[in-house]
C-alpha cells in the first residue's frame, strides 16, 4: 500500500504541475505560492493511513483513498451536464440562488445568481480573486490549517474555482443561497478526484443561510475532498446546511472551519445519505465573547457504509453556549464514528455547552462508535454530554403491532420518530420538508421488517 499511496501522492503534484502552467497561470504570486506550499506540505504529510498511534483516524481507514488511483478532474466538457441533473440533486427553492459545480469546476450555464440585495456577493472564487484579491487574501487558509491535515492540504494545492459568498454588515438576506457540488465520471475507469472550496464570510450584524449540497449523476466511484471556511460577524447570524447524497461508491471527505464573532450565532444541520466512506470534520472556534452556536447532525447508513463525524468546538471566550445534536440510523453491516470535543479555554467563564449523539441499530452486524470528549481548563462553566446506542424497542414495537400496524410499517414508524427531532430542528420550512422527504426515501429502500 505505502508504495500505491505515494504514487498517488507523486500524481496529484504532476497533476498540479500541469495545472499551473496552463489553467492557473493567470492567477495572482501570493496564491500560486499558497497551492505550492500546500503541496509540499501534502507530500510530507501524506494521507493519514496508520491506525496505530493515529487517534483521530483510528476508527476510518483511508486506504482506499491513499491507494485508489483517483486523478484529479481537469475537464468537464464531455459529462453532458444538464438542467435536470442540477434539478433532480438540488435542495430548497427553484428561486434561490445557487452556484453550481461540476467535478469542483464552476458551471456558470447552469449557476443561477440574480435575486441577491445590494452588496451581497455570490461567486466563484477565482473571479473573487481577481476583483476583491484583498479579502480574499485576508481571509482564505487562514481558519482551515493545513500544516497537520493533510487532506486540507491536498484541497488547498488545488484552490481555483470554488464559491464565495460575502454578506455586508447590516444585511439580511432573506431566501438561502445554495452551492451545489455534482461529482460524476466521463467513464468507468476514469475515477475522478474533486477538491471544492468555499470561503464565506458575513459582516457585523448581517443574517443569511447557506445551503451546502453534494450530489451525484450516476453511481460512479470518485473521491471528493471539500473545505469551507466560514467567518460570522459579530451580532451576525447564519444558518448553515450540508447535505450529501453521493454514490455508494464514492469517498467523500469535508472540512468545515468556523470562526464566531462577538455575540454572533451559528447554526448548523448536517445531512448524511450517501458514500461508501465519509468523514466530516467540523471544527467552530467562539472567538467573541457572548458567541453561540447550534450543531446538528443525522447520518443514514447501510450495506457496508462507513459515516465519520469528527467535532471540535472550543470555547475560546467567555459567557459562549453551544448546543450539539448528532443521531443516526445504522442497518446492515454499516459503521459510524461520533468523535466530539468540547474544549474550554482558561478564563473562559460561564460557558454552558451540551453535547448528544444517539444512534437506532436495525441490525445485529451495524455498529457505531461514539467518543465524547471534554477538556475544561476553567471553573465556573456548565458543561453536559449524553450518549446512546440501542436497537429498536420491543415493547413500543409491539405497542403498534398490537393495534394492528404490520411490522415492517411499525418499524418504519419507530425509526421516524426517532430522526424527527433532528429535521424538525431545521428553521427553513422548505428545507425542512423537502430533507424529511429524502430520508424518508432512504427509509423507504430499506426493508424495515425483521
Same mark, same amino acid.
Given at each position: 500500500?505505502?508504495?500505491?499511496?505515494?504514487?498517488?501522492?507523486?500524481?496529484?503534484?504532476?497533476?498540479?504541475?500541469?495545472?499551473?502552467?496552463?489553467?492557473?497561470?493567470?492567477?495572482?504570486?501570493?496564491?500560486?505560492?499558497?497551492?505550492?506550499?500546500?503541496?509540499?506540505?501534502?507530500?510530507?504529510?501524506?494521507?493519514?493511513?496508520?491506525?496505530?498511534?493515529?487517534?483521530?483516524?483510528?476508527?476510518?481507514?483511508?486506504?482506499?483513498?491513499?491507494?485508489?488511483?483517483?486523478?484529479?478532474?481537469?475537464?468537464?466538457?464531455?459529462?453532458?451536464?444538464?438542467?435536470?441533473?442540477?434539478?433532480?440533486?438540488?435542495?430548497?427553492?427553484?428561486?434561490?440562488?445557487?452556484?453550481?459545480?461540476?467535478?469542483?469546476?464552476?458551471?456558470?450555464?447552469?449557476?443561477?445568481?440574480?435575486?441577491?440585495?445590494?452588496?451581497?456577493?455570490?461567486?466563484?472564487?477565482?473571479?473573487?480573486?481577481?476583483?476583491?484579491?484583498?479579502?480574499?487574501?485576508?481571509?482564505?487558509?487562514?481558519?482551515?490549517?493545513?500544516?497537520?491535515?493533510?487532506?486540507?492540504?491536498?484541497?488547498?494545492?488545488?484552490?481555483?474555482?470554488?464559491?464565495?459568498?460575502?454578506?455586508?454588515?447590516?444585511?439580511?438576506?432573506?431566501?438561502?443561497?445554495?452551492?451545489?457540488?455534482?461529482?460524476?465520471?466521463?467513464?468507468? !475507469?476514469?475515477?475522478?478526484?474533486?477538491?471544492?472550496?468555499?470561503?464565506?464570510?458575513?459582516?457585523?450584524?448581517?443574517?443569511?443561510?447557506?445551503?451546502?449540497?453534494?450530489?451525484?449523476?450516476?453511481? @460512479?466511484?470518485?473521491?471528493?475532498?471539500?473545505?469551507?471556511?466560514?467567518?460570522?460577524?459579530?451580532?451576525?447570524?447564519?444558518?448553515?446546511?450540508?447535505?450529501?447524497?453521493? #454514490?455508494?461508491?464514492?469517498?467523500?471527505?469535508?472540512?468545515?472551519?468556523?470562526?464566531?464573532?462577538?455575540? #454572533?450565532?451559528?447554526?448548523?444541520?448536517?445531512?448524511?445519505?450517501?458514500?461508501?466512506?465519509?468523514?466530516?470534520?467540523?471544527?467552530?472556534?467562539?472567538?467573541?465573547?457572548?458567541?453561540?452556536?447550534?450543531?446538528?447532525?443525522?447520518?443514514?447508513?447501510?450495506?457496508?457504509?462507513?459515516?465519520?463525524?469528527?467535532?471540535?468546538?472550543?470555547?475560546?471566550?467567555?459567557?459562549?453556549?453551544?448546543?450539539?445534536?448528532?443521531?443516526?440510523?445504522? @442497518?446492515?453491516?454499516?459503521?459510524?464514528?461520533?468523535?466530539?470535543?468540547?474544549?474550554?479555554?482558561?478564563?473562559?467563564?460561564?460557558?454552558?455547552?451540551?453535547?448528544? !449523539?444517539?444512534?437506532?441499530?436495525?441490525?445485529?452486524?451495524?455498529?457505531?462508535?461514539?467518543?465524547?470528549?471534554?477538556?475544561?481548563?476553567?471553573?465556573?462553566?456548565?458543561?453536559?454530554?449524553?450518549?446512546?446506542?440501542?436497537?429498536?424497542?420491543?415493547?413500543?414495537?409491539?405497542?403498534?403491532?398490537?393495534?394492528?400496524?404490520?411490522?415492517?410499517?411499525?418499524?418504519?414508524?419507530?425509526?421516524?420518530?426517532?430522526?424527527?427531532?433532528?429535521? !424538525?430542528?431545521?428553521?427553513?420550512?422548505?428545507?425542512?420538508?423537502?430533507?424529511?422527504?429524502?430520508?424518508?426515501?432512504?427509509?423507504?429502500?430499506?426493508?424495515?421488517?425483521?
Amino acid at each position: 500500500m505505502a508504495r500505491d499511496s505515494l504514487k498517488h501522492q507523486q500524481d496529484y503534484q504532476s497533476a498540479l504541475a500541469g495545472l499551473e502552467l496552463d489553467t492557473y497561470a493567470d492567477d495572482p504570486t501570493w496564491v500560486h505560492e499558497l497551492r505550492q506550499n500546500a503541496m509540499s506540505r501534502f507530500q510530507s504529510l501524506g494521507f493519514p493511513t496508520a491506525r496505530r498511534g493515529n487517534e483521530e483516524w483510528k476508527y476510518t481507514d483511508v486506504g482506499p483513498v491513499a491507494k485508489g488511483g483517483f486523478k484529479y478532474a481537469i475537464s468537464t466538457a464531455n459529462l453532458n451536464i444538464n438542467l435536470d441533473h442540477v434539478e433532480n440533486a438540488s435542495i430548497g427553492d427553484s428561486g434561490w440562488d445557487q452556484l453550481v459545480f461540476i467535478n469542483g469546476a464552476y458551471s456558470h450555464s447552469l449557476s443561477s445568481v440574480s435575486n441577491l440585495p445590494d452588496g451581497v456577493v455570490a461567486i466563484n472564487l477565482v473571479d473573487a480573486i481577481k476583483t476583491t484579491p484583498t479579502m480574499i487574501q485576508k481571509h482564505l487558509a487562514q481558519f482551515a490549517g493545513y500544516e497537520n491535515e493533510a487532506f486540507v492540504a491536498l484541497n488547498t494545492a488545488f484552490t481555483h474555482d470554488g464559491a464565495f459568498i460575502y454578506v455586508p454588515e447590516d444585511t439580511i438576506v432573506e431566501h438561502p443561497i445554495r452551492l451545489l457540488f455534482l461529482s460524476s465520471s466521463s467513464s468507468s !475507469d476514469s475515477q475522478v478526484s474533486c477538491q471544492p472550496r468555499i470561503l464565506i464570510i458575513t459582516g457585523d450584524r448581517s443574517k443569511a443561510s447557506v445551503v451546502e449540497t453534494y450530489g451525484r449523476t450516476s453511481n @460512479d466511484r470518485y473521491f471528493n475532498n471539500a473545505v469551507t471556511e466560514i467567518q460570522v460577524g459579530s451580532g451576525s447570524s447564519l444558518d448553515y446546511c450540508k447535505a450529501q447524497q453521493q #454514490s455508494e461508491e464514492s469517498f467523500h471527505i469535508t472540512t468545515t472551519e468556523v470562526s464566531l464573532g462577538q455575540d #454572533s450565532h451559528f447554526s448548523s444541520i448536517n445531512i448524511d445519505l450517501g458514500g461508501k466512506l465519509v468523514r466530516n470534520n467540523l471544527n467552530l472556534v467562539t472567538a467573541g465573547e457572548g458567541s453561540s452556536c447550534v450543531l446538528n447532525g443525522l447520518y443514514l447508513t447501510n450495506g457496508v457504509q462507513h459515516v465519520d463525524n469528527q467535532i471540535i468546538i472550543d470555547h475560546a471566550q467567555p459567557f459562549t453556549t453551544s448546543r450539539e445534536l448528532y443521531k443516526g440510523v445504522l @442497518d446492515g453491516k454499516s459503521r459510524s464514528v461520533f468523535h466530539g470535543s468540547i474544549i474550554v479555554r482558561e478564563g473562559a467563564v460561564k460557558v454552558n455547552a451540551n453535547q448528544v !449523539d444517539k444512534n437506532l441499530l436495525l441490525s445485529n452486524e451495524a455498529e457505531a462508535d461514539t467518543k465524547p470528549a471534554f477538556w475544561v481548563y476553567c471553573d465556573d462553566v456548565k458543561c453536559g454530554h449524553g450518549a446512546a446506542c440501542g436497537q429498536m424497542d420491543d415493547n413500543a414495537l409491539f405497542y403498534l403491532r398490537s393495534r394492528g400496524i404490520p411490522e415492517s410499517e411499525a418499524r418504519g414508524l419507530l425509526v421516524r420518530a426517532f430522526v424527527t427531532e433532528v429535521i !424538525d430542528s431545521i428553521p427553513n420550512e422548505v428545507l425542512r420538508e423537502q430533507i424529511g422527504n429524502l430520508v424518508q426515501s432512504k427509509l423507504n429502500d430499506w426493508a424495515l421488517s425483521s
